[in-house]
């Protein structure tokens, strides 16, 4: 199983970033994705989560309003859109998969700078 991130990059405060992250190796469908990021010192949190058949999301308080998740189950695909950025959603995101049977993957992380 592989999960591979991208988009992450230097972004200025109020701008937009999606992220992109591709799965392989696993039945995707069965797979509820998630983002997670991680600050320099602090633990990794949950950003957005979308159910396999993509009905349900899920925002957590660092993306309620912000940010919009969505998946491609043709494409294996699973992005995160995040709008309007400040400094403090400076971290690596990293792209979760986790089924009902409870195996779970993770990306590597992309990193993500907010800053002027």
């Known amino acids: 199983v592989q999960l591979v991130e991208s988009g992450g990059g230097l972004v200025q405060p109020g701008g937009s970033l999606r992220l992109s992250c591709a799965a392989s190796?696993?039945?995707?469908?069965?797979?509820?994705m998630s983002w997670y990021r991680q600050a320099p010192g602090k633990e990794r949190e949950l950003v957005a989560a979308?159910?396999?058949?993509?009905?349900?999301?899920n925002y957590a308080e660092s993306g309620k309003g912000r940010a919009t998740i969505s998946r491609d189950n043709a494409r294996n695909t699973v992005t995160l859109q995040m709008n309007s950025l400040k400094p403090e959603d400076t971290a690596v995101y990293y792209c979760?998969?986790?089924?009902?049977?409870?195996?779970?993957?993770w990306g590597q992380g992309t990193q993500v700078t907010v800053s002027s």
């Open positions: 979760k998969a986790r089924n009902a049977l409870g195996a779970e993957y």
């Open positions: 979308i159910t396999g058949a993509g009905g349900i999301t």
């Open positions: 190796g696993l039945t995707f469908s069965g797979y509820v």
